[in-house]
């Protein structure tokens, strides 16, 4: 509780805040490639350029694929995160081919945070 200008200077100091923890979590994304990704021919397009998150659920549908314990109607991860599901990897495991980048959502592969400027020399104190 407060007036304006407190409520915003806290608003702006949390902000701040977060938006320093997305961009460590973005710049660990582009640097940091995981031991279970590494070995594995069907990432190597994707090494930095889409998300820790993005690659952790490819992983799991990629050992899903692997069991044959699914079915073209089980395609969840397609239709609801637009990543490749099982019966995709299954198929490029088989062929040898690489996930690319294009069969990505863009949502997974927005490794930056880039907006409007900000006129630093706003403050609210004026109105």
């Not at 961009?23 to 069907?42: D, M, P, V």
């Not at 081919?97 to 004026?126: A, K, T």
Request: charged share 30%; net charge negative.
């Amino acid at each position: 509780m407060g007036d304006l200008t407190s409520c915003w200077d806290e608003i702006h100091k949390m902000l701040t805040i977060e938006l320093g923890e997305i961009q460590a979590s973005f710049g660990r994304n582009c640097t940091i490639l995981e031991h279970k990704h590494k070995s594995n021919f069907l990432y190597s397009e994707l090494e930095g350029y889409v998300s820790r998150p993005a690659l952790h659920f490819i992983f799991e549908e990629t050992k899903q694929s692997k069991t044959f314990n699914f079915s073209m109607k089980d395609c969840v991860q397609k239709t609801s995160y637009r990543l490749p599901c099982a019966c995709i990897l299954a198929i490029k495991r088989k062929k040898k081919l690489h996930i690319r980048l294009d069969g990505i959502d863009p949502h997974w592969q927005r490794l930056s945070v880039c907006g409007e400027e900000v006129d630093d020399d706003f403050s609210v104190m004026e109105e």
